[in-house]
C-alpha cells in the first residue's frame, strides 16, 4: 500500500509502546513496533522511600522502539509523544536536576496544605477549573518549593515535553498536558502567570505553549545517528496528555456520546466546547481538561484499573500464580452479591496492599469483605462500573449534555465484564474500543499535522469507527447486583 508512515510514543504507568500508524486514503491501521514496561523506583531520600519514575530507562527504551521503527519503515516522517499527565522534570540549563516523582509518591499531602494556604480550592477551581487531585503539578510544585528543589531549577517541564526536549533539542509546553499542571487559565489557555507568581514559582520556568499539531523540531543529528535513521524525522505535538489523545480517538458517531478511557485511570465525561465552572461540578470533582482543537475534557477520574493491577501485584508478590483470564472468568461467575465499594476513596491510591486495603474498606462500611481472589476482584469491576455509571450520569446533570451512548477505550474495553457490568449499571449501550484509543489518536493527529488526513475531530473520529469496530454491550439489567 502507498500509506503514509507515522510514530506514536505512548508512555503509560504500567507499560510503554512505540506503534506504527499507517494512514492511506480512508485506511487507518496501527502496528506495535515495541511494548516496554514502566514502573516505579523507590529511592531513599533522607529516611523517606520516594517514588520516581525510571525516565532515562523509559528514554532508552524508547530510543530502541525507533530504531526498530526506522528500521521498519525507512520512510517514517514523524514522531509523536504522548504520556500520563502532571509529572515532570525540572532542568538547569538543559540538565535533568533529579529523576521525575512519581504521582503516587507521598510528598504531595502536605504540600497540598501549603499551597491551599495561599490559594483555596475555590480560588484554584476559578482559575484552573481542575478537579482537585493531590497530586496536580502545583502541589508537587510546591513540595519542590519546600525541599529546595525550585532554586536550582530553570526548566519545567512535564514528560512528554521533557521526551520531545532530550529528541530535538526544543523545549515546549503541549497545551492539552499543561492544562493539568493547574496553571494554566481555564480562559484564556496560558500559563497563569499570577497564580504561577503568587504560589511562589518562577514563570520563567514554564516554556512557551504550543498546541497539538504543531511541528517542535526534527530529529538531533545524535538521536537520528543512534535510531539509525537516514531521513529527517520530525517530532509533532500531539495531545500529548494520553487521555487527550484517547478522547480524540473515541469513535463516535453521534453527538451525545460520554467516554470512559480506561486503563490504569478511568477517565469518565464528555467532550464540550467551553468549561463548566459550576459549584456543583467542583463539589463532585470534574475536571476541565484541554482538548486537541480547544474543546474541554469535562471529566472525573475513577481510580481505574489501578485497583485490579495492584491486587494481582499484590498476590503475585506473596508468590501466587495469577491468570488473568482465568481470574476474570472466575470473577464473571461469582453469583453471590459482593460489595459495591467507593473506588474513589483517596485509601487506594498509594501503591501497596490492595487486597487489605479493600477488604477493610469494606468492614469499615459495612459491606461484605470479599472471601477470594474471585470475589475481590468482581467487587472491584463492579465498583468500577458503578463509580463510571455515576461519572456518566454527572457529566450529563452537570453539563446538559444529553448521553445516550458510551464509548469506553483504551485497556479497559477489551475487559468484556467490566464493559457489561457498565452497560449494565448506566443503562446504555456501551462501545468498547479500540484499545489502543492513545496511540490512535496521537497518530491522528501528526497525520493531520502533515496533511495526509484533514477535518474537525468529528471527522477523525469517522475515520477511528471505520477502521476499528468497536464492539457494542446492551444493558442486562438483570445482571445488576447489589
Ligand atoms: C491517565 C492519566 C490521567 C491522569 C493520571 C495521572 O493515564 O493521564 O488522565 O489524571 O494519568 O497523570
Keep these: 500500500t502507498d500509506a503514509a508512515v507515522v510514530a506514536a510514543v505512548d508512555l503509560g504507568a504500567t507499560s510503554g509502546r512505540v506503534m506504527l500508524g499507517y ?3 480512508n485506511e487507518l491501521r496501527l502496528r506495535p513496533v515495541a511494548r516496554f514496561p514502566n514502573g516505579p523506583i523507590r529511592l531513599n531520600e533522607g529516611g523517606r522511600r520516594a517514588l520516581h519514575w525510571n ?18 519503515e525507512p520512510g517514517l516522517t514523524s514522531i509523536g509523544v504522548d504520556s500520563w499527565a502532571v509529572d515532570y522534570a525540572l532542568l538547569r540549563q538543559g540538565r535533568m536536576q533529579q529523576l521525575p516523582y512519581h504521582y503516587r509518591d507521598d510528598r504531595n499531602l502536605p504540600a497540598v496544605e501549603i499551597a491551599h494556604a495561599v490559594a483555596g480550592p475555590s480560588e484554584l477551581y476559578a482559575a484552573n477549573g481542575l478537579q482537585f487531585l493531590p497530586f496536580n503539578s502545583l502541589y508537587q510544585l510546591t513540595a519542590d518549593l519546600t525541599t529546595g528543589a525550585l532554586d536550582l531549577a530553570d526548566q519545567f517541564l512535564l514528560v512528554p515535553d521533557l521526551f520531545n526536549y532530550w529528541l530535538t533539542g526544543t523545549a515546549a509546553a503541549e497545551r492539552t498536558n499543561a492544562s493539568t499542571t493547574g496553571l494554566l487559565n481555564v480562559h484564556t489557555g496560558d500559563w497563569d502567570t499570577p497564580l504561577i507568581e503568587r504560589l511562589g514559582f518562577d514563570r520563567r520556568m514554564f516554556p512557551p505553549l504550543v498546541d497539538a499539531g504543531t511541528w517542535i523540531g526534527s530529529l538531533l543529528p545524535d538521536v537520528s545517528a543512534e535510531i539509525k535513521s537516514h531521513s529527517p524525522i520530525a517530532v509533532t505535538a500531539v495531545g500529548s496528555h494520553d487521555t487527550a489523545s484517547a478522547v480524540v480517538a473515541v469513535p463516535a458517531a453521534r453527538e451525545d456520546f460520554a467516554y470512559i478511557s480506561c486503563g490504569t485511570w478511568g477517565l469518565v465525561g464528555v467532550e464540550l466546547d467551553s468549561p463548566v465552572l459550576s459549584t456543583a461540578g467542583r463539589a463532585q470533582n470534574f475536571t476541565n481538561e484541554g482538548g486537541v482543537d ?38 464473571e461467575a461469582v453469583t453471590t452479591p459482593v460489595a459495591v465499594f467507593d473506588a474513589d476513596d483517596q485509601q487506594f491510591l498509594a501503591p501497596g496492599d490492595m487486597p487489605t486495603r479493600i477488604r477493610a474498606h469494606c468492614v469499615e462500611n459495612d459491606l461484605p469483605a470479599p472471601r477470594s481472589n474471585a470475589e475481590l476482584v468482581r467487587s472491584i469491576l463492579e465498583s468500577l462500573a458503578d463509580a463510571f455509571a455515576r461519572g456518566v450520569e454527572q457529566a450529563s ?8 451512548i458510551v464509548h469506553m477505550v483504551g485497556g479497559g474495553s477489551q475487559n468484556r465484564l467490566l464493559c457489561q457490568l ?8 456501551v462501545l468498547a474500543g479500540p484499545v489502543e484509543a492513545t496511540a490512535i489518536g496521537n497518530v491522528l493527529i501528526q497525520a493531520r499535522a502533515q496533511g495526509l488526513v484533514t477535518g474537525s475531530l468529528e471527522e477523525l473520529r469517522g475515520l477511528v469507527a471505520r477502521s476499528f469496530s468497536p464492539e457494542r454491550y446492551l444493558p442486562a439489567c438483570t445482571l445488576v447486583s447489589r
Design 397 to 404: 446533570l452537570l453539563s446538559g449534555r444529553t448521553v445516550g
Design 422 to 429: 457498565t452497560a449494565n449499571r448506566t443503562g446504555l449501550p
Design 294 to 331: 480547544g474543546r474541554v475534557r469535562y471529566l472525573h477520574n475513577v481510580m481505574g484499573l489501578w485497583l485490579l493491577s495492584e491486587s494481582i501485584r499484590t498476590w503475585e508478590h506473596e508468590g501466587q500464580t495469577i491468570v488473568l483470564s482465568d481470574l476474570l472468568r472466575r470473577a
Design 55 to 72: 525516565i532515562v530507562e523509559l528514554y532508552r527504551c524508547v530510543l530502541a522502539g525507533l530504531t526498530t521503527a526506522a528500521a521498519e
Design 23 to 25: 494512514i492511506g486514503q
